[in-house]
């Protein structure tokens, strides 16, 4: 095993950096749900179609590829107390400046800027939780860091068009910059639990110092389980970014009006919530590879429910979508850090790599659903295609299994 040693003098004051986590990861959340109700508006306002704005909401992932690695060797080098800050700042100003977007352009320029932070949040949460917490209480702490964008995304998705909405004056552009603020207090309050003194003695800072050599890179990579979970990754990716970002104009062609798909696109979100408190806890190393096939099965009956315009098989599926959404990459990110040979200082490389080939997906999912939504004009072609990746999960799955054995 790869996991970190427990480390001596550890106090209950880890659960308050925790809670810092958490909140950074909330703000997260919301920062990615912040555009998906209001894309209507967005696009009308920018002149943008479908397509177009598929690939807007797909920028941010494409600057994650690219800056998810070098994050993940900044987190190694500084440990995450000065880089999770960095990565609020970087946020809200993303959000600051696409309420001053324009053009298609400057918003995918904007939307791209949260990319490059992203990646501090989603390499240094797993990494701060290897170095505080280990065991089961490892599990237990993943799975409530990661309700943090489930959470956040929630509160988005049912609230945007109902409440920030009307407190922007109906301005879109006036929504962004209430996200913006609550981005920046979140940096507030985390900034103020590094200051406390226990925070230095939980060992969430002392991994700093460690410098990378492309030795570290190609043996994380040499290793098949390796490659094989960033092959997972991608496809997990794609169906979580595609679904995150168009669900509520989905349902919109289904006929709900946008507070109601807001409020229907929430409840993957609320799903996916109960599924990171209770699956991955359940996921115990001689069966974790079971219970991600059946998450994969979810993901696929679930896109194949999402087709229907009755609403109780609609509610079926995305249950079932919510449940697997988040689990997925919880499991897949436990597999990563417990694959035996990754040494617990290049915790930080490793869920970079893996961060940099998920966001491919990330990046493909949001595109690839936009355009095939504009070629067949509606929403049967890119549920089918969420249906096609899920059926490739399982084969990839199958080939790790038989790489562990």
């Known amino acids: 095993m790869s996991t970190a040693p427990a480390v001596q003098g550890q106090t209950q004051f880890r659960w308050f950096i925790l809670f810092g986590v958490w909140l950074i990861y909330f703000s997260f959340g919301v920062a990615i749900a912040s555009m998906a109700p209001m894309v209507a508006p ?81 390499v240094g949460a797993p990494k701060t939780i290897a170095n505080l917490f280990d065991g089961t209480q490892r599990a237990t702490a993943m799975g409530i860091y990661v309700t943090g964008p489930y959470l956040g995304g929630i509160f988005a998705l049912g609230l945007t068009n109902s409440v920030a909405l009307p407190l922007a004056g109906g301005d879109w552009r006036g929504v962004m910059l209430i996200y913006a603020g609550l981005v920046l207090m979140v940096g507030v309050i985390w900034f103020a639990i590094t200051c406390h003194p226990e925070f230095s003695k939980q060992g969430s800072g002392s991994d700093q110092g460690k410098k990378f050599n492309l030795a570290a890179f190609r043996d994380i990579l040499h290793l098949p389980e390796v490659r094989l979970i960033l092959a997972m990754s991608i496809g997990i990716f794609f169906i979580n970014h595609a679904l995150n970002n168009w669900l509520p104009e989905l349902l919109r062609d289904r006929g709900f009006s946008p507070v109601e798909a807001g409020l229907w696109a929430a409840i993957p979100s609320a799903m996916g919530v109960l599924g990171v408190l209770v699956i991955p806890r359940l996921a115990t190393p001689e069966r974790r590879l079971a219970i991600m096939g059946a998450l994969f099965c979810m993901s696929f ?14 509610a079926s599926g995305l249950v079932l979508q919510g449940l697997a959404r988040g689990s997925m990459m919880t499991i897949a990110i436990l597999i990563l850090m417990e694959t035996p040979n990754i040494p617990p200082e290049r915790l930080g490389l490793a869920g970079g790599m893996f961060f940099t080939s998920a966001e491919i997906g990330g990046v493909l999912g949001p595109f690839s659903f936009g355009l095939l939504s504009d070629l067949s004009a509606g929403f049967v072609v890119p549920l089918f295609s969420i249906s096609l990746i899920s059926l490739g999960l399982l084969l990839v799955l199958f080939q790790l299994r038989k790489s562990q054995a």
Request: with cysteine; hydrophobic share 60%; proline share 5%.
């Open 301 to 314: 009956l679930a896109s194949l429910l999402l087709q229907s315009n009755a609403s109780a098989v609609l």
């Open 42 to 122: 967005i696009s009308a306002d920018l002149g943008a179609g479908n397509t177009l704005m598929g690939g807007i909401l797909g920028a941010w992932p494409l600057a994650y590829v690219i800056a998810a690695i070098p994050c993940g060797i900044l987190l190694d080098k500084f440990g995450v107390r000065p880089m999770l800050l960095v990565a609020t700042l970087i946020m809200a100003t993303s959000l600051i400046a696409r309420s001053f977007a324009g053009t298609p352009v400057q918003m995918m320029l904007a939307v791209a800027l949260f990319g490059l932070g992203g990646p501090l949040i989603s």
